[in-house]
C-alpha cells in the first residue's frame, strides 16, 4: 500500500521567504509528526498531531514554524521567514493510533530537503 | 524527559554479530523501547519495539534488562546492507513529545 509522502523533495529558498511542506499520512492513521534533521545529526521532534485533539506544538523551535492538519489527514508545515539555520530535512511520520507514547510504529516519508540561501 | 544516550558509531566486519545498546536511565513504567533504522537520505524504519526481557523478530533482537534503565539491540551477521544510523526511541509517559536518541552509526566492513 502506499506509504507516507511529502512534497517537495527539495526546496531551495532565499532568506526570508516563506515555505510549505507537505506530507500526506498513511491513510486511516490517526496520529502525525514532524520531526527536522540537520546534517550529520540525529531528529528533532516538532509537533505531534493526535486525531482531533490540539496538536502539541511545544516542539517547535520558534513562532516562525506552524503546522496544521486538515481533515484529520494531509498536514502542512510552514516556516516563515525563512533563515539558513532552518536548512535540514524535514520529516514527516505518522502511525495508526496512539494511546500509548511511544508504543505505535511510526511510519515515515522520505522527507522534504529545505536548502535556504 | 526520558532521553536516551548511545554510543556514536562503530565498525564490523560481515557476518559478526553487532550489540548496539542504548542508556535511559529516566524511563518511565508505561514506556516503551522502540529501535529505528536509517539509511541515508531515507526516513527511519521500525526495527523492533519491546517493554522488557527479549524480543526477537526477523530482523533483530532486543534485550531489556530488569531495571529497563538500558536496551540493546542484536543485529545478526550483518552484511553491507545493514550500514546504516541506528536510533533507539523511548516514549515519554504523559507528554507527546518523542525522544530519539543521536543514533549510532554502524559501518559494515567487507
Known amino acids: ?117 | 524527559l526520558a532521553k536516551t544516550t548511545q554510543p556514536i558509531s562503530m565498525d564490523s566486519y560481515e557476518g559478526q554479530e553487532v550489540n548496539i545498546t542504548c542508556s535511559h536511565n529516566n524511563i518511565a513504567t508505561n514506556d516503551y523501547i522502540t529501535w529505528y533504522q536509517q539509511f541515508p537520505s531515507q526516513g527511519p524504519r521500525f526495527i523492533i519495539q519491546g517493554y522488557k526481557t527479549k524480543v526477537t523478530n526477523e530482523v533483530a533482537s532486543l534485550f531489556i534488562p530488569a531495571d529497563r534503565k538500558s536496551s540493546t539491540l542484536s543485529l545478526p551477521r550483518v552484511s553491507l546492507s545493514d550500514t546504516a544510523v541506528y536510533y533507539c526511541l523511548v516514549g515519554e509517559e504523559g507528554n507527546n513529545r518523542l525522544a530519539f536518541g543521536k543514533g549510532n552509526q554502524v559501518v559494515v566492513i567487507p
Not at chain 1, 510552514?78 to 511511544?102: H, K, M, N, P
Open chain 1, 1 to 117: 500500500g502506499a506509504g507516507v509522502s511529502q512534497s517537495p523533495s527539495n526546496k531551495v529558498t532565499e532568506k526570508g521567504k516563506d515555505v510549505e511542506l507537505r506530507c500526506d499520512p498513511i491513510s486511516g492513521h490517526t496520529a502525525l509528526y514532524w520531526y527536522r534533521q540537520s546534517l550529520g545529526q540525529g531528529l528533532e521532534f516538532l509537533i505531534y498531531f493526535q486525531g482531533n485533539s490540539a496538536p502539541d506544538k511545544s516542539g517547535l523551535p520558534s513562532d516562525r514554524f506552524s503546522a496544521e492538519r486538515t481533515g484529520g489527514s494531509v498536514s502542512t508545515l510552514t516556516i516563515q521567514r525563512t533563515q539558513q539555520e532552518d536548512s535540514a530535512v524535514y520529516l514527516c511520520a505518522s502511525s495508526l493510533t496512539a494511546g500509548g507514547v511511544g508504543t505505535d510504529t511510526q511510519y515515515f516519508g522520505p522527507g522534504t530537503r529545505l536548502t535556504v540561501l
